[in-house]
């Protein structure tokens, strides 16, 4: 029987680290099939957001050239390329990358008027005591740190009946699933979502069953934005100690460099942060869960960010970055490049006939995905050097060279953002 591979992703740490293993997915790490889903508050949230785009347009890349498609990229192929190899799924099977509470639901209080999914009146004066604010708080601006209300709120939206995110997970087990819980141990969300879909996942599966594996992982504050990190530290402590006392695989991951955010928005479109090394190193562990690898030795602490891979995944990661970078400075100009009086445009007479309509999509979104690759290498390049994490970083991952205008551009062409290496530059050992 095929395994279910399922990673979720709770609150905007969750989603920054889905975003992380799909661009690791995009370099063909992981298993080959990877079921996905996103749980918030706030569906609007720029972090989410972010990475439920992402999710589409690498979906939408696959269909377009993989397949049997016109393009057809033949992953079985004995020399096929590992970009784009894993499929990466929606778990619902309404097509939806991401599941927030219903529209009636504002707040947790008004579970208390709903019928289907009340909360106990008890459990709520032992919460709030003598005061019902945070039982009001709107949860569309998210849940700010309070686990309690994520817990209970979360608790009582999956222990419906038909919650649609337990009914795929129910369904899952059928699958000898795999299920890899992400989120952050600081945030409401993260914290108290994730341990509520915990708490109901495995009693309806009989525990610790043999045909389904549960890992966890909370992440620890691993960004600076000008609040005291002990009290976040503190609320991270009390989190995994109570997801210690679960049935679950729980992943541990430390953060020893904390990233400056220079800006950051506690809920909107503008709660978008960079991404960063530790985002990175959380999805190579997730995904190496869902592969079978459990929590293994290859994951020191200590050691820079490349340590998290096998040395075959390095280089696929390192590969797909050199594939971006062509694609997108080099083959994109010469695609737009202008056909001369006599002759069209050479790269493309290459495909002999060939529909510019039809080809328009699949063009430009490898473009879009390529550029989207190039941008998140950036971002944890500069973070990792925010952190001091460098030279280690730029010696084992990646380094971006100064701009350098593209000698012969196409009309709108890209300028060339950063340098391939010549060959006769790299050590016989690093090459």
Same mark, same amino acid.
């Given at each position: 029987?095929?395994?279910? &591979? ?50 589409? %347009? ?51 209080? #008004? ?10 009146? !008890? ?6 005591? &003598? ?16 686990? &309690? ?20 997970? %129910?369904? @899952? ?59 976040? %530290? ?27 955010? #220079? ?29 079978? @690898? !459990? ?6 602490? !200590?050691?820079?960010?490349? #340590? ?69 290498? !950036? ?16 010696? %084992? ?20 953002? @950063? ?13």
């Amino acid at each position: 029987m095929t395994v279910r &591979h399922i990673l979720i992703g709770i609150g905007g740490t969750g989603a920054r680290v889905i975003e992380a293993a799909l661009m690791l997915s995009a370099a063909g790490i992981g298993p080959a099939k990877v079921s996905v889903l996103l749980i918030d508050t706030d569906s609007t949230h720029g972090n989410g957001q972010r990475t439920h785009d992402a999710l589409l %347009r690498y979906h939408r890349l696959r269909q377009l050239w993989t397949g049997n498609t016109a393009h057809h990229i033949d992953h079985d192929a004995a020399d096929a390329p590992d970009f784009a190899r894993v499929s990466v799924e929606p778990l619902l099977p309404s097509g939806q990358w991401a599941w927030t509470p219903p529209p009636e639901i504002v707040s947790l209080g #008004s579970l208390a008027q709903n019928a289907a999914m009340p909360v106990a009146h !008890g459990i709520m004066d032992a919460l709030f005591h &003598h005061s019902n604010l945070e039982a009001q708080r709107p949860i569309q601006s998210g849940l700010n740190g309070q686990a &309690h209300v994520g817990a209970a709120l979360f608790g009582a939206l999956f222990n419906d009946a038909n919650n649609p995110v337990m009914r795929s997970l %129910r369904e @899952a087990r059928e699958s000898r699933a795999r299920i890899m819980l992400i989120g952050s141990g600081f945030g409401g969300t993260g914290a108290g979502a994730g341990m509520a879909l915990a708490r109901t996942l495995l009693p309806a599966v009989g525990g610790r069953a043999k045909h389904m594996a549960v890992g966890a992982m909370l992440l620890p504050p691993y960004f600076d934005y000008g609040v005291a990190a002990d009290g976040l %530290r503190e609320r991270t402590d009390i989190a995994m100690s109570t997801l210690a006392t679960l049935p679950v695989d729980q992943i541990n991951i430390h953060a020893q460099h904390f990233a400056p955010v #220079s800006h950051h928005a506690r809920n909107g479109r503008a709660q978008c942060n960079p991404s960063m090394p530790l985002e990175l190193i959380a999805a190579a562990r997730a995904l190496a869960y869902l592969d079978g @690898a !459990g929590d293994a030795g290859m994951y020191g602490e !200590g050691h820079p960010a490349s #340590s998290h891979f096998a040395s075959d995944d390095e280089a696929r990661l390192q590969n797909m970055l050199r594939f971006a970078h062509f694609n997108y400075f080099e083959t994109q100009a010469r695609l737009r490049a202008p056909g001369g009086l006599f002759k069209g445009n050479w790269a493309l007479t290459l495909a002999g006939k060939f529909d510019a309509v039809a080809a328009g999509e699949p063009i430009n979104l490898m473009a879009d995905i390529c550029r989207r690759i190039l941008e998140w290498a !950036g971002s944890l390049q500069r973070q990792a050097e925010a952190a001091g994490m460098v030279p280690t970083w730029s010696e %084992r991952m990646w380094s971006i060279a100064p701009m350098t205008p593209n000698p012969s551009p196409g009309s709108g062409a890209p300028q060339q953002g @950063a340098q391939l290496a010549s060959p006769s530059t790299i050590s016989a050992a690093v090459r």
